[in-house]
Every structure is written in structure tokens, then in C-alpha cells.
């Protein structure tokens, strides 16, 4: 069966901290990886990785896909409490998107 | 937030009665899709349209149905709610479907409770 899965489930750390949020899977007929942010609403788009070793980078934000060893990372560099949110990783198949259960990060002053 | 709402935004219903939540976008994106979110769970396909009266089953469709009409307009329906449906809702769009690689915009959400 089709799965994606995200660890750590959640995380707490201090403002300035350097986090990595991971995102394995193994699904047929992969098309790409996102990631969302969802704070207390709506998730919202962070990237999109379709091919290997490309790092995808805004602000403090990067992520790379491995679609060899079939993961994911999202690193936040220089955490803030406005980064205190759900990090949602999801694979696109051919005909539908499957979510992971999301990582929890909590960033504290 | 790219031009989706969602009504009502929270509901309380009792188990046995029929509800329909209502998906609006002003963005005439061709996709539109809904989403439970469960705690443990993430975000799980109900169902998805491609176009107007064009619908797909998702991962989690019993005991759902949708309608689309009109382009801007995507409904869900549960016909007769169940404890188990208690959740929140997401609708969301894309202008390609799925396997186009491409990103979907969520609406607000819809917080329903099923007593």
C-alpha cells in the first residue's frame, strides 16, 4: 500500500535553531513532492521537487528530494516563533496527491 | 489566499441528517478537489472534479458525494452524517490535474462535528 511518512511527529526548539523535517515514501507512479506549511487554517505551498539533488531554497527554507532512497528533507535555518506550525509533505501520483500525517514544529523564544 | 471559500466554516449536525458543504473559487481553475484532515491522518482525498459534472472517486469516498455544476462551485454532501465523518474539511484547486506536477491552493476549511 501507498504510503508517506514524516518524522519527527513533533518537535520543539528555540528561536535560532536549525531544524530538519523528513519525508519518506513509497507510492506508485511518483510525480513530484510538496510541501506545505499549515499554521492555524489553510496549508500553504512551501516547494515543489520533481528530480533528485536539486535544492529548492526561499529565505531560510530549503528542501531536496532523494528519489533513489525515496525521501525528502525541509531544513529551517534560524528558526522563529513565526515558523511554530504543521509542515505537510505530500507526493503527487499519476492521479491523485497522498499526504503524510505532518510534523509539528513548536519554536519557542 | 487564492480566491476559495468555503461555507459554512464550522457546522454541528446531529448523526442521520443530510449535510452539504459549499466550495467557492473565483479563480476558474479547471480542478477542484476536497479533503478530510483527522488528527494521525493528514489530509485525505474524498473526491476530485476535472471539470463541470466531471467527478472522481478519492482515497476516502464512502459515504460522500459531490456535484459540480458550475465551474466556480464544487459541493460535497453527506447524506446521512455519521460520527466517523466528524472533521475538518478542505477544498482545494489547481489549474492542472493531478500527475501535472503542480501545486493546489487550499480554502479556509470547514470544522464539522457530527453528534
Known amino acids: 500500500e501507498d504510503k508517506v511518512v514524516q518524522s519527527p511527529l513533533s518537535l520543539v526548539v528555540h528561536e535560532g535553531d536549525t531544524v530538519t523535517l523528513n519525508c519518506s515514501y513509497e507510492?506508485?507512479?511518483?510525480?513530484?513532492l510538496l510541501w506545505y506549511k499549515q499554521e492555524k487554517k489553510a496549508p500553504t505551498f512551501l516547494f515543489m521537487l520533481t528530480s533528485s539533488g536539486i535544492e529548492k531554497k526561499s529565505g531560510r527554507l530549503s528542501s531536496i528530494l532523494d528519489k533513489k532512497e525515496l525521501f525528502s528533507i525541509l531544513n529551517i535555518t534560524a528558526t522563529q516563533t513565526g515558523d511554530s506550525a504543521v509542515y505537510l509533505c505530500?507526493?503527487?501520483?499519476?492521479?491523485?496527491?497522498?499526504f503524510g500525517a505532518g510534523t509539528r514544529l513548536t519554536v519557542k523564544p | 489566499d487564492a480566491g476559495i471559500t468555503q461555507s459554512p466554516r464550522h457546522k454541528v449536525t446531529e448523526t442521520g441528517t443530510p449535510v452539504t458543504l459549499r466550495c467557492h473559487q473565483t479563480e476558474n481553475h479547471r480542478y477542484m478537489y476536497w479533503y478530510r484532515q483527522d488528527p494521525g491522518h493528514g489530509l485525505r482525498l474524498i473526491h476530485y472534479s476535472y471539470g463541470v459534472k466531471d467527478t472522481d472517486k478519492g482515497e476516502v469516498s464512502d459515504g460522500y458525494s459531490v456535484s459540480r455544476s458550475k465551474t466556480e462551485d464544487f459541493l460535497l454532501t453527506l447524506e446521512s452524517a455519521t460520527s466517523s465523518q466528524t472533521s475538518v474539511y478542505f477544498c482545494?484547486?489547481?489549474?492542472?490535474?493531478?500527475?501535472?506536477?503542480?501545486?493546489?491552493?487550499f480554502g479556509p476549511g470547514t470544522r464539522l462535528t457530527v453528534l
Open positions: 505530500a507526493v503527487e501520483r499519476s492521479n491523485d496527491m497522498r
Open positions: 507510492v506508485t507512479n511518483f510525480r513530484s
Open positions: 482545494a484547486i489547481s489549474d492542472q490535474g493531478p500527475g501535472q506536477s503542480n501545486e493546489q491552493f
